[in-house]
Nanobody, 120 residues
Framework: QVQLVESGGGLVQAGGSLTLSCAAS????????MSWFRQARGTQRELVAV???????NYVDSVKGRFTISRDNAKNTAYLQMNSLKPEDTAVYYC??????????????WGQGTEVTVSS
């Protein structure tokens, strides 16, 4: 059993910053990719950023230069530092984690979502 707990969302003015956290716990042997997705009202969920186990990162074009994804492997935690926030960043943000169990099975888990609202 694996649990993901997200935190850090909230209301911020345009131009402000927020940092999201996603902590994984439970039956974890290793963690491969850790990703952040977001879903604005009435739209499909989109991939925002991903970080591999080796630390390589990739971002959707709309957040490049403003968002930074990172991870603390000792804490099984991923972070999303969001700077220069825009109203169009308003969404529910979800983490997604690829976990290998001690039995060798690989599964993907979703966090519960944390809401980010950027006011203009």
């Amino acid at each position: 059993q694996v649990q993901l707990v997200e935190s850090g969302g909230g209301l911020v003015q345009a131009g402000g910053s927020l940092t999201l956290s996603c902590a994984a716990s439970g039956s974890i042997f290793s963690i491969n990719n850790m990703s952040w997705f977001r879903q604005a009202r009435g739209t499909q969920r989109e991939l925002v950023a991903v970080i591999t186990s080796g630390g390589s990162t990739n971002y959707v074009d709309s957040v490049k230069g403003r968002f930074t994804i990172s991870r603390d492997n000792a804490k099984n935690t991923a972070y999303l530092q969001m700077n220069s926030l825009k109203p169009e960043d308003t969404a529910v943000y979800y983490c997604n984690v690829e976990i290998r169990s001690r039995l060798g099975m690989v599964s993907f888990y979703w966090g519960q979502g944390t809401e980010v609202t950027v006011s203009s």
